[in-house]
């Protein structure tokens, strides 16, 4: 100092004072000015950090994932906080513009934070919605399975909207409802039940969309973008404040060399004020270091300039290469394939690295939320927050949620007094009683009173004392029915030990119950079942029988017991018979079938047997049992059948069949003796009116009558057929003289003609009589009827009441039988033909177990073509083979349709023609069909007509098998017409008999319909036959069928055949409608 005295005046160096002066001045101000700059660099950093978390929190509670506020709420206050201090820190840099941008940025904050009052509001009322609209469903269980189950599918992508919504989730929920809301509820409360369910989704739907419009509102104000413009702002304003000190150091610069030591100092002024700048660095990087997201900044260059060690752990795989200065694709290439990124709504996002909030699933398991925002440099900002542990609750949650509610156990949870909070659907299911139901209530409730109070007690003070308590209780369901269920009890601690609630896991045990008490029953049916039960050894030596055994043979137990069965052998049987009965046990394991046996006193009787091999472990067979019946009165039943399929229930007389097989044999006859037949084709005229006027039991009679005085004007050796109806035809042999056939024709005609007088009435009819010759007129049988039957529609044509030979000219018919055929081929071409469908239905249970496939022909100029005239063309024409596929194949695909629709019980019967046997048709080509329809064979049943039974019975016993092979069913349409007998349903592989509708239609008043139905019903019971009766049109006929064993039923009573539409919605019909059709 004294060396600056020296050198200056004391005007120099008071000038020099003054200018130090007001350099230490300018040097204090400025240190203030640094000192607030820093304290608000720092409070905006932490701005920044809280609106992002706030972003975080919304973002959390949109998605479901944050159900409790108070981070929110604690986050909310020290944003207020930190506000009063940015706001005075702002004043005292007094920056009107600054100022200014901070208030709009305030004013878009306080937008927010309003808005997220609302959202947590909105949020609330969703999840409650969601809560709530399980238990409104479950009471449409009751209402309608199907319809529950679609509102469980509804409300399943409903959740899964609530979690991740789109806009095209809400389009297919929207429209789902839609669907639902045209379902048609016929009561009143459970449409009342069902308007509610709907009434919530729409309101949860509607919620949630405002949860997204608030959250779009939310993410709409630019409070981001206001900060960036504030921290511009302030950054400029630091800008400009330090170009003033640089200025000011500049123009105070010609002091340093004169004021060394003020130079000194302004220096020194500088390094602390570098140092307060280092420490806001540093301070800086310890908050980003303790932050508990990863954190990460990159210039514009791409190259790390900040992150923190949580950074490192997020992404270890990283580990050497984050370091500062490297670049970020350098990062994202040795990342590779380990993360994949998603949107919040779970949408796949294919930019490595997009801008904006996202999900990141690494390749270890971890879920982050990933933030990622450009700098004011072009830098980027890297936040990620690890939400690995909320998103494997959630999964948790969802999986202990499917465990309890798909449990095969019973599960319910009662509070420590016993009042039960909780039940899954399996207690429901077994207990009769819904959620809502018992919640709430004590246990008590399904008590059936088998336990005392005092085996109460101690259950409750093992439970108490902490114990797991296991037993069985006998409860009583909620409709009263008492069933057996093992359980088994604990106590649930909270985190401090002590016990909260209980837990029960119960199973049922009625069936476990009932399998006890059916081995008891089935040693009680041994020994009392009318079927007599013989069990050999591996042997073949009794080791013991039922008593049946001995009241059929006469053996008492003591007598068989280590002799063989031979010692019941009739000796009717040869030795091939015995030997394929054992290659079938043998090698099938079961064989049964027709047998004669010998009784103890000599008697042979016949008995329908079957032998079973009994297989251990390894399969092989160690023991054999035989049930077997004696089916002497079958034998007579049979008989009866026989003789019903063969002649007119009605008259008396042959009926078409025998019929056929006397003209065949009169063929034959009279082309070894060379002699003529005639065939008379007779149909009564003004029939049909007397039915309809006077009544089918008239009607009835009268054909009697008719039958009666047609057999006086013929010989014995002549036969008189009925066909059916009003239609007779007579065989005439060793016909020389056609003058003796017209007169039998005209003898006919005068007795039809005659009064007729029935309940004191007078009827009159008349009988229009067609006549062929054979050979003159054709060579067989279906020729010689059919020239026939032209004969006599000619003599219609001629005025009825008189007789017609058949001539050349009648040919006419056969060319319109032609062209009809040329149609049919046509119809084919342009899909004329159509399959309707007609139900089976299981009256004793009120359900459709299948549907026959029937084709129609709409002709367009003659309308509906009646199928008994277009189909035997077909056949005549071989035109059945390609309809006949093509009814297969379209009625297999439809099936599959209503299979697919939710009705995978149904099954499907398809006429099968003899004819297309002879035409091709191949099981292979049916497995093709059922493979491409995606069908089990055995969902379809081939329906055949007994005549096939009749016709080359070798070939078509190959041909039946052959589908059998495949698992597809057979049945016999119109069982009783034709030659049924058990010989027949033995050797073809049969499943199903159909009683023909010409036995029901007069049931139950008939009696000797009434004897063959219980007979037919009988037999099929013997041989394990299915049945089903056609033609059902009264409730009377339902009801005998049913009481007399017979439940499964098709005719008019249910259902008309209709179309596949048609069909389609008469399935979803309430059985309860049954009849009414």
């Given at each position: 100092m004294s060396m600056l005295k020296q050198m200056y005046s004391k005007r120099s160096i008071l000038l020099v004072s003054l200018c130090i002066a007001l350099i230490l001045l300018l040097v204090v101000y400025w240190d203030d000015k640094s000192e607030n700059y820093a304290e608000l660099s720092h409070n905006l950093l932490q701005l920044k950090e809280m609106d992002a978390r706030l972003d975080r929190d919304v973002l959390k509670i949109t998605s479901f994932l944050l159900n409790q506020y108070d981070p929110l709420v604690r986050t909310t206050n020290r944003l207020r906080d930190l506000r009063q201090r940015i706001v005075a820190k702002v004043t005292e840099v007094d920056d009107r513009v600054l100022s200014s941008l901070t208030d709009r940025y305030w004013q878009g904050m306080d937008e927010k934070l309003a808005i997220i009052e609302k959202i947590k509001f909105q949020a609330a009322v969703v999840r409650n919605g969601i809560h709530y609209l399980p238990i409104v469903a479950r009471e449409l269980k009751s209402v309608d399975p199907m319809v529950y189950q679609d509102v469980l599918e509804l409300l399943n992508s409903l959740l899964a909207y609530d979690l991740f919504y789109t806009d095209s989730q809400l389009d297919d929920i929207v429209s789902t409802l839609k669907q639902l809301k045209s379902y048609e509820i016929v009561s009143a409360e459970n449409k009342q039940k069902f308007d509610q369910v709907l009434f919530h989704i729409d309101s949860n739907i509607v919620d949630l969309t405002n949860l997204g419009a608030l959250k779009t509102r939310y993410l709409a104000v630019p409070s981001q973008e206001y900060f960036e413009h504030v921290h511009s702002r302030y950054e400029q304003n630091r800008v400009d404040e330090t170009s003033k000190k640089r200025r000011l150091i500049m123009a105070l610069s010609v002091f340093v060399i004169v004021l060394l030591l003020s130079l000194w100092q302004l220096i020194r002024r500088l390094q602390n004020a570098n140092h307060e700048v280092s420490r806001a660095w540093y301070r800086l990087h310890d908050a980003v270091e303790n932050l508990s997201e990863a954190f990460a900044l990159f210039d514009a260059e791409g190259r790390l300039v900040l992150h923190n060690r949580r950074f490192g752990e997020f992404y270890s795989w990283l580990k050497g290469w984050i370091k500062e200065g490297v670049n970020i694709d350098a990062l994202q290439s040795v990342t590779g394939n380990r993360i994949k990124n998603l949107s919040l709504e779970g949408e796949s996002i294919v930019e490595s690295m997009p801008m904006g909030q996202y999900l990141e699933q690494i390749d270890n398991g971890a879920w982050y939320l990933a933030s990622n925002s450009y700098t004011n440099e072009g830098g980027i900002v890297c936040v990620r927050s690890d939400v690995t542990e909320s998103k494997q609750a959630e999964v948790d949650l969802r999986k202990l949620g499917r465990v309890l509610e798909q449990s095969p156990a019973s599960v319910m949870i009662t509070d420590i007094n016993g009042i039960i909070e909780y039940v899954n659907p399996r207690f429901e299911k077994v207990s009769g009683y819904s959620a809502e139901e018992v919640v709430g209530k004590n246990p008590r409730i399904l008590k059936s009173g088998d336990k005392t109070k005092e085996e109460y007690k101690a259950m409750w003070d093992s439970l108490l004392a902490g114990r797991e308590w296991r037993g069985i209780f006998h409860n009583k369901r909620k409709d009263g029915s008492i069933y057996w269920e093992s359980a088994s009890i604990s106590p649930l601690r909270d985190d401090r030990g002590?016990?909260?609630?209980?837990?029960?896991?119960?199973?049922?045990?009625?069936?476990?119950?009932?399998?006890?008490?059916?081995?008891?029953?089935?040693?009680?049916?041994?020994?009392?079942?009318?079927?007599?039960?013989?069990?050999?050894?591996?042997?073949?030596?009794?080791?013991?029988?039922?008593?049946?055994?001995?009241?059929?043979?006469?053996?008492?137990?003591?007598?068989?017991?280590?002799?063989?069965?031979?010692?019941?052998?009739?000796?009717?049987?040869?030795?091939?018979?015995?030997?394929?009965?054992?290659?079938?046990?043998?090698?099938?394991?079961?064989?049964?079938?027709?047998?004669?046996?010998?009784?103890?006193?000599?008697?042979?009787?016949?008995?329908?047997?079957?032998?079973?091999?009994?297989?251990?472990?390894?399969?092989?067979?160690?023991?054999?049992?035989?049930?077997?019946?004696?089916?002497?009165?079958?034998?007579?039943?049979?008989?009866?059948?026989?003789?019903?399929?063969?002649?007119?229930?009605?008259?008396?007389?042959?009926?078409?069949?025998?019929?056929?097989?006397?003209?065949?044999?009169?063929?034959?006859?009279?082309?070894?003796?060379?002699?003529?037949?005639?065939?008379?084709?007779?149909?009564?005229?003004?029939?049909?009116?007397?039915?309809?006027?006077?009544?089918?039991?008239?009607?009835?009679?009268?054909?009697?009558?008719?039958?009666?005085?047609?057999?006086?004007?013929?010989?014995?050796?002549?036969?008189?057929?009925?066909?059916?109806?009003?239609?007779?035809?007579?065989?005439?042999q060793d016909v020389s003289d056609m003058d003796a056939v017209a007169h039998i024709a005209t003898k006919v005609i005068d007795k039809i003609t005659k009064v007729f007088t029935l309940y004191e009435r007078e009827i009159f009819i008349g009988a229009s009589v067609g006549i062929t010759i054979f050979p003159d007129d054709a060579m067989n049988a279906d020729s010689l009827l059919r020239n026939a039957d032209m004969a006599m529609y000619q003599a219609k044509d001629r005025g009825r009441n008189n007789y017609q030979f058949f001539t050349a000219s009648m040919q006419k018919r056969t060319l319109e039988r032609q062209q009809l055929e040329l149609d049919l081929r046509l119809a084919v071409q342009r899909s004329e033909l159509e399959i309707y469908y007609q139900p089976v239905v299981d009256a004793e249970f009120e359900k459709i177990v299948s549907v026959e496939a029937l084709l129609r022909w709409n002709h367009p100029h003659r309308g509906i073509v009646n199928p008994g005239v277009f189909i035997p063309l077909a056949e005549d024409s071989g035109l059945i083979g390609p309809i006949g596929e093509w009814v297969l194949q379209g009625a297999c695909e439809q099936l599959n349709r209503w299979h697919n629709s939710g009705h995978s019980d149904l099954r499907l019967a398809v006429n099968l023609s003899s004819r297309q046997r002879e035409l091709g048709l191949e099981a292979g080509y049916l497995q093709q069909i059922l493979q491409e329809s995606n069908l089990d064979p055995d969902m379809l049943s081939l329906e055949i007509t007994e005549s096939l039974l009749l016709r080359d019975t070798e070939e078509a016993i190959t041909w039946l098998s052959s589908f059998k092979t495949l698992g597809v069913n057979l049945s016999i349409d119109d069982f009783g017409t034709g030659y049924s007998s058990l010989s027949y349903l033995k050797r073809f592989p049969v499943d199903i008999l159909k009683i023909d509708r010409s036995f029901v239609s007069d049931l139950p008043e008939n009696t000797g319909d009434v004897k063959l139905v219980k007979t037919i019903v009988a037999m099929a019971d013997s041989l394990n036959l299915g049945l089903i009766a056609e033609g059902v049109e009264t409730k009377a006929q339902a009801d005998f069928l049913v009481q007399n064993g017979c439940s499964n039923l098709q005719g008019y009573y249910y259902a008309r055949p209709m179309s596949a539409a048609d069909m389609s919605a008469w399935l979803q019909r309430d059985m309860r409608s049954t009849g009414t059709t």
């Amino acid at each position: 100092m004294s060396m600056l005295k020296q050198m200056y005046s004391k005007r120099s160096i008071l000038l020099v004072s003054l200018c130090i002066a007001l350099i230490l001045l300018l040097v204090v101000y400025w240190d203030d000015k640094s000192e607030n700059y820093a304290e608000l660099s720092h409070n905006l950093l932490q701005l920044k950090e809280m609106d992002a978390r706030l972003d975080r929190d919304v973002l959390k509670i949109t998605s479901f994932l944050l159900n409790q506020y108070d981070p929110l709420v604690r986050t909310t206050n020290r944003l207020r906080d930190l506000r009063q201090r940015i706001v005075a820190k702002v004043t005292e840099v007094d920056d009107r513009v600054l100022s200014s941008l901070t208030d709009r940025y305030w004013q878009g904050m306080d937008e927010k934070l309003a808005i997220i009052e609302k959202i947590k509001f909105q949020a609330a009322v969703v999840r409650n919605g969601i809560h709530y609209l399980p238990i409104v469903a479950r009471e449409l269980k009751s209402v309608d399975p199907m319809v529950y189950q679609d509102v469980l599918e509804l409300l399943n992508s409903l959740l899964a909207y609530d979690l991740f919504y789109t806009d095209s989730q809400l389009d297919d929920i929207v429209s789902t409802l839609k669907q639902l809301k045209s379902y048609e509820i016929v009561s009143a409360e459970n449409k009342q039940k069902f308007d509610q369910v709907l009434f919530h989704i729409d309101s949860n739907i509607v919620d949630l969309t405002n949860l997204g419009a608030l959250k779009t509102r939310y993410l709409a104000v630019p409070s981001q973008e206001y900060f960036e413009h504030v921290h511009s702002r302030y950054e400029q304003n630091r800008v400009d404040e330090t170009s003033k000190k640089r200025r000011l150091i500049m123009a105070l610069s010609v002091f340093v060399i004169v004021l060394l030591l003020s130079l000194w100092q302004l220096i020194r002024r500088l390094q602390n004020a570098n140092h307060e700048v280092s420490r806001a660095w540093y301070r800086l990087h310890d908050a980003v270091e303790n932050l508990s997201e990863a954190f990460a900044l990159f210039d514009a260059e791409g190259r790390l300039v900040l992150h923190n060690r949580r950074f490192g752990e997020f992404y270890s795989w990283l580990k050497g290469w984050i370091k500062e200065g490297v670049n970020i694709d350098a990062l994202q290439s040795v990342t590779g394939n380990r993360i994949k990124n998603l949107s919040l709504e779970g949408e796949s996002i294919v930019e490595s690295m997009p801008m904006g909030q996202y999900l990141e699933q690494i390749d270890n398991g971890a879920w982050y939320l990933a933030s990622n925002s450009y700098t004011n440099e072009g830098g980027i900002v890297c936040v990620r927050s690890d939400v690995t542990e909320s998103k494997q609750a959630e999964v948790d949650l969802r999986k202990l949620g499917r465990v309890l509610e798909q449990s095969p156990a019973s599960v319910m949870i009662t509070d420590i007094n016993g009042i039960i909070e909780y039940v899954n659907p399996r207690f429901e299911k077994v207990s009769g009683y819904s959620a809502e139901e018992v919640v709430g209530k004590n246990p008590r409730i399904l008590k059936s009173g088998d336990k005392t109070k005092e085996e109460y007690k101690a259950m409750w003070d093992s439970l108490l004392a902490g114990r797991e308590w296991r037993g069985i209780f006998h409860n009583k369901r909620k409709d009263g029915s008492i069933y057996w269920e093992s359980a088994s009890i604990s106590p649930l601690r909270d985190d401090r030990g002590q016990i909260t609630h209980f837990i029960a896991v119960k199973e049922d045990v009625t069936a476990q119950k009932r399998a006890e008490d059916q081995l008891r029953m089935n040693a009680t049916v041994f020994d009392t079942t009318q079927e007599g039960i013989m069990v050999t050894d591996a042997d073949n030596l009794i080791k013991t029988v039922n008593p049946s055994f001995t009241r059929i043979t006469g053996y008492s137990s003591e007598e068989v017991i280590g002799q063989s069965p031979s010692i019941l052998s009739s000796g009717r049987h040869d030795d091939g018979f015995y030997e394929e009965l054992w290659d079938s046990v043998l090698h099938k394991r079961y064989w049964s079938g027709e047998i004669w046996n010998r009784r103890k006193d000599g008697s042979v009787y016949p008995e329908w047997l079957s032998i079973a091999a009994i297989p251990d472990e390894q399969g092989i067979a160690k023991e054999y049992v035989a049930v077997f019946s004696d089916i002497s009165k079958h034998k007579e039943n049979e008989e009866q059948i026989l003789y019903q399929a063969n002649y007119d229930a009605l008259t008396g007389l042959p009926n078409r069949s025998l019929f056929s097989d006397r003209l065949d044999q009169a063929i034959g006859s009279a082309l070894r003796e060379q002699w003529k037949l005639a065939i008379l084709f007779v149909d009564l005229d003004q029939f049909k009116m007397v039915n309809d006027t006077f009544g089918h039991v008239m009607g009835d009679e009268l054909l009697q009558l008719v039958a009666k005085r047609i057999s006086d004007c013929v010989r014995e050796s002549d036969t008189i057929a009925r066909f059916g109806g009003d239609e007779f035809v007579i065989l005439l042999q060793d016909v020389s003289d056609m003058d003796a056939v017209a007169h039998i024709a005209t003898k006919v005609i005068d007795k039809i003609t005659k009064v007729f007088t029935l309940y004191e009435r007078e009827i009159f009819i008349g009988a229009s009589v067609g006549i062929t010759i054979f050979p003159d007129d054709a060579m067989n049988a279906d020729s010689l009827l059919r020239n026939a039957d032209m004969a006599m529609y000619q003599a219609k044509d001629r005025g009825r009441n008189n007789y017609q030979f058949f001539t050349a000219s009648m040919q006419k018919r056969t060319l319109e039988r032609q062209q009809l055929e040329l149609d049919l081929r046509l119809a084919v071409q342009r899909s004329e033909l159509e399959i309707y469908y007609q139900p089976v239905v299981d009256a004793e249970f009120e359900k459709i177990v299948s549907v026959e496939a029937l084709l129609r022909w709409n002709h367009p100029h003659r309308g509906i073509v009646n199928p008994g005239v277009f189909i035997p063309l077909a056949e005549d024409s071989g035109l059945i083979g390609p309809i006949g596929e093509w009814v297969l194949q379209g009625a297999c695909e439809q099936l599959n349709r209503w299979h697919n629709s939710g009705h995978s019980d149904l099954r499907l019967a398809v006429n099968l023609s003899s004819r297309q046997r002879e035409l091709g048709l191949e099981a292979g080509y049916l497995q093709q069909i059922l493979q491409e329809s995606n069908l089990d064979p055995d969902m379809l049943s081939l329906e055949i007509t007994e005549s096939l039974l009749l016709r080359d019975t070798e070939e078509a016993i190959t041909w039946l098998s052959s589908f059998k092979t495949l698992g597809v069913n057979l049945s016999i349409d119109d069982f009783g017409t034709g030659y049924s007998s058990l010989s027949y349903l033995k050797r073809f592989p049969v499943d199903i008999l159909k009683i023909d509708r010409s036995f029901v239609s007069d049931l139950p008043e008939n009696t000797g319909d009434v004897k063959l139905v219980k007979t037919i019903v009988a037999m099929a019971d013997s041989l394990n036959l299915g049945l089903i009766a056609e033609g059902v049109e009264t409730k009377a006929q339902a009801d005998f069928l049913v009481q007399n064993g017979c439940s499964n039923l098709q005719g008019y009573y249910y259902a008309r055949p209709m179309s596949a539409a048609d069909m389609s919605a008469w399935l979803q019909r309430d059985m309860r409608s049954t009849g009414t059709t």
